[in-house]
């Protein structure tokens, strides 16, 4: 939730978004993308919850962040919700360098 509520211009939050290896979600309602999602391995999948934006890029429009939804796979095969304090190490803090990251590139 550290970033929750970052407005950042969309070119700078599709840099950080895609460098650290998310793809942009299906797009919905009128060419809407509203979440970018991360599988740093089998076990694992992340999603960055944001205002919707659209399929067709424009320069000056802007993101408001949401939330960094872990999950991990469970016996099941299916995703389920992990506190943050579950996480391993590394990927707790790789999630919350992230999130610092969006909310210092905030306008």
Do not use: C
């Amino acid at each position: 939730m550290r970033a929750q509520g970052s407005r950042l211009n969309r070119a700078k939050f599709g840099g950080l978004v895609e460098k650290w290896g998310y793809l942009k979600g299906p797009g919905e309602d009128n060419a809407m993308i509203n979440e970018h999602a991360w599988e740093p391995d089998l076990d694992w999948y992340i999603t960055l919850d944001h205002s919707g934006i659209s399929v067709f890029f424009d320069v000056s429009e802007e993101v408001e962040v949401g939330l960094l939804r872990p999950r991990r796979r469970n016996a099941e095969g299916r995703y389920e919700s992990v506190p943050l304090g579950e996480l391993p190490a590394a990927l707790r803090a790789t999630l919350l360098a992230q999130a610092e990251a969006l909310k210092a590139a905030a306008i």
